[in-house]
């Protein structure tokens, strides 16, 4: 892929499954949420193995272990091996575990999947800042993590141990909507100490290096639903994106990207998978995909035809890419989306 400015969807005369050897799945808002897993995502992922593609699941979320992840997968329904999962929990320790000596003490503000990743790295997890640690390291810890575990890891950042992050992502889906994420609990340190973590997580290069040591991809596709991590950790690492909007990122925020928050693919699920993607061709002043023509105007995006909302969709991201260039566009989609139902 080349870091050039994407300024429309990408087309595939193969299924993406066919194209790539290995999908790099997201887990929350993606293949699962609140527990439970996305409509057509089962189905989707079952073919996509059937047919040769190797399938692995990397998250941000270092609460649960690799051995959980796949656990809860194979019970979704989707056969897991532990060696399938990685998680920024794996990505943080190989971080600290090149910085610290091997046997250090690391202060873990996070749950099980970060005190099992930093043993994996020959590390020893501690609970107090007195227990003299040459690290802290913060990863999400679930709604059950208490204000105190916050308080513990400033006062070890206060006296200058080095601070290290699994993920910053501000929100994580939940069955019952949006939740804050590890990156609102990595600013309340933040602000109390006025330091800055080292970061592993998506979009971060240590997170794409962990995740082709460990899965030896060599045309990856990275599968997504949030422009900021999934996307970005595309555009950092050099490979191609799907983005599927079953998770936080809608209709608006897709048109509204910047460069590097740009998917190679758009599709509404998983069965984006399965299928080659339409081709996006210029038309006059304007986009064409599917039944659709797109062109930017003065103020806002205007769309015209019928056919599929997808299709329309792609469409508008051509017409707003290329207005914008590099940044964000500022041209109003919106009634454009609503006549999409987007």
């Known amino acids: 892929m080349s870091r050039s400015v994407r300024t429309r969807p990408e087309g595939s005369g193969q299924a993406l499954s066919e194209a790539y050897d290995t999908a790099l799945l997201d887990l929350d808002g993606v293949v699962y949420a609140g527990g439970n897993a996305i409509v057509h995502a089962v189905a989707s992922l079952d073919a996509a193995r059937a047919g040769g593609m190797r399938l692995a699941y990397v998250t ?3 609460l649960r272990t690799p051995d959980a ?9 989707i056969p897991t091996a532990a060696g399938d999962v990685i998680t920024s929990a794996q990505a943080v320790a190989r971080l600290i575990a090149e910085q610290v000596p091997a046997g250090s003490r690391v202060l873990v503000i996070g749950g099980e999947g970060l005190r099992v990743a930093l043993r994996e790295r020959g590390l020893e997890p501690v609970e107090s800042a007195d227990d003299d640690p040459a690290a802290v390291v913060q990863g999400f810890g679930g709604p059950d993590l208490t204000w105190g575990r916050f308080a513990e890891a400033s006062y070890a ?14 929100t994580i889906p939940s069955g019952r909507g949006i939740a804050p994420g590890n990156g609102a609990a990595v600013e309340v340190v933040r602000i109390a100490t006025g330091a800055e973590p080292q970061v592993a997580g ?10 082709i040591l460990r899965t030896g991809a060599e045309r990856p596709l990275v599968v997504g639903d949030r422009l900021d991590t ?3 950790g595309a555009f950092n690492g ?4 799907l983005l599927v909007l079953t998770g936080v990122t ?40 599917g039944g659709w023509t797109a062109t930017a105007g003065a103020e806002r995006l205007e769309l015209a035809g019928e056919g599929d909302a997808l299709d329309g969709l792609r469409a508008l991201c051509a017409a707003a890419w290329t207005a914008a260039g ?17």
Do not use: Y
């Open 60 to 62: 941000n979320n270092a």
């Open 69 to 77: 992840v796949a656990g809860h997968l194979t019970e979704l329904g």
């Open 157 to 170: 950042v206060a006296r200058g141990v080095p601070w290290f992050a699994s993920n910053t992502d501000l």
């Open 202 to 211: 998506k979009p971060l290069p240590p997170m794409h290096r962990e995740t």
């Open 230 to 232: 999934d996307i970005e």
């Open 238 to 241: 050099e490979v191609d994106s």
């Open 250 to 289: 809608d209709g608006a925020q897709v048109l509204a990207a910047p460069a590097r928050h740009r998917p190679t693919f758009v599709d509404a699920d998983l069965r984006g998978l399965l299928t080659g993607q339409p081709e996006v061709a210029a038309d006059g002043a304007g986009f064409r995909c």
């Open 326 to 342: 590099p940044e964000s566009c500022a041209l109003d989609g919106g009634k454009a989306l609503a006549r999409l139902g987007l």
